[in-house]
């Protein structure tokens, strides 16, 4: 049997920060590169003291945003919100996005010290562990998989639902932020922000003047993220787009998804807390928490499930690491069943 596989279109952008080559087209399309190969769109180095040099990876089958973010001094770096491949028709895992983010590292002589995930995505399978196993063999030490401390409510709720064994849990993340704790990218300064409401365990991180919010704030033309998922509340999410609007109008707010509307060709990694204050549909000035309850509540009960909800959750529980296989040497994944008649 062979399997055609889609075409793995991956958008990369470079953004040196404090460049002044920032470029966008016209506010708010962003520049990208677009292609199959890896290219970085700015390569020139100016950086500013205590912020990152960014790069952003879009994997576009699930629209997700991957970041790597990195110390120019010590080419210490981070990886944000990785995707690895699943191709729900021929049940295949693959690695060319995660394969993506370890070639740009390298060609960047970055040192990864950190996989971050922002909260347990359900949308999308996490190559965290894959990365880890990857860099564990090239560089001189292991990178340590870091998650907020609240996801053990998820493992505990997901995990009793697939009957996920919890050895295979229990022990796969190497590091549970606390509230606010802050961290070391090399010499850079790292914050983990508590940011609930579309999922519990749900963190951002700040680095110098950028937030990657993960799925709080999308961009100004997509709005927020969706609020149904179990532990998931409206109210918070709310209070979670405070904590960041309150911040200083020019940190950007990288985002962990982009659906782009019919209006706008290109995904954008980022907007600014100015950006996002005057345009984004929302939650700009004006609208009160009233007003955004109802709405997200009332877009929450359109929404579908999401596509690879069940194979997202029970690997991404597990941080990527695949299920043991059985005694017949199988690995498998529950997929439950809707049955919309009673004869059964
Ligand atoms: N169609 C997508 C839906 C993805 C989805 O539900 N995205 C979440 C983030 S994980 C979201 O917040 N969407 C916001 C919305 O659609 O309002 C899929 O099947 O994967
Ligand atoms: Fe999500």
């Known amino acids: 049997m062979s399997i055609v596989w889609p075409r793995f279109d991956i958008r990369i952008l470079t ?13 708010p399309v962003f520049r990208a590169e677009v292609g199959n190969s890896q290219r970085a769109l700015s390569s020139s180095k100016v950086s500013t003291p205590g912020e990152p040099s960014i790069h952003s990876v879009f994997e576009k089958v699930t629209g997700t945003w991957q970041y790597i973010i990195a110390d120019p001094e010590t080419k210490t ?25 370890l070639d740009l590292a390298k060609k960047n002589g970055y040192k990864i010290d950190w996989i971050l995930e922002t909260h347990a995505h359900a949308d999308h399978l996490t190559a965290a562990a894959y990365l880890q196993r990857q860099l564990e063999k090239t560089q001189s030490h292991r990178p340590q998989i870091g998650i907020g401390k609240r996801i053990n409510q998820v493992q505990e709720n997901f995990g009793a639902k697939y009957k996920v064994p919890k050895k295979e849990y229990e022990p796969v993340f190497d590091k549970l932020f606390d509230d606010d704790e802050v961290f070391e990218i090399g010499n850079l300064k790292a914050m983990a922000i508590h940011l609930p409401g579309h999922t519990p365990d749900h963190l951002g991180y700040k680095v110098g003047d950028n937030v990657f919010c993960g799925d709080t704030v999308f961009n100004a033309d997509v709005g927020t993220a ?35 509307p019919d209006n706008r060709a ?12 005057e345009q984004n549909k929302h939650i700009k000035e004006g609208t009160t928490k009233d007003d955004f309850v109802t709405m997200r509540t009332e877009r929450d009960a359109s929404l579908k499930a999401p596509r690879l909800l069940h194979q997202s959750l029970q690997i991404n529980i597990r941080a990527g690491h695949l299920p043991q296989p059985n005694e017949a040497g199988t690995r498998l994944l529950h997929t439950p069943l809707k049955l919309n008649t009673e004869s059964f």
């Open 15 to 27: 953004l040196p920060s404090g460049s002044a080559r920032v470029a966008r087209l016209p506010n």
């Open 77 to 101: 770096a981070a990886i944000i919100d990785s995707v690895l491949d699943y191709d729900p028709v021929g049940l295949a895992i693959t690695t060319r996005s995660a394969d993506g983010l």
């Open 226 to 260: 969706r609020c149904d998922f179990p532990g998931g509340s409206v109210e918070s999410l709310w209070e979670s787009t405070r904590k960041l609007l309150k911040m200083p109008d020019n940190v950007k707010i990288w985002t962990g998804h982009d659906y782009p």
């Open 266 to 277: 290109e995904p954008m990694p980022f907007m600014t807390v100015k950006e996002h204050k």
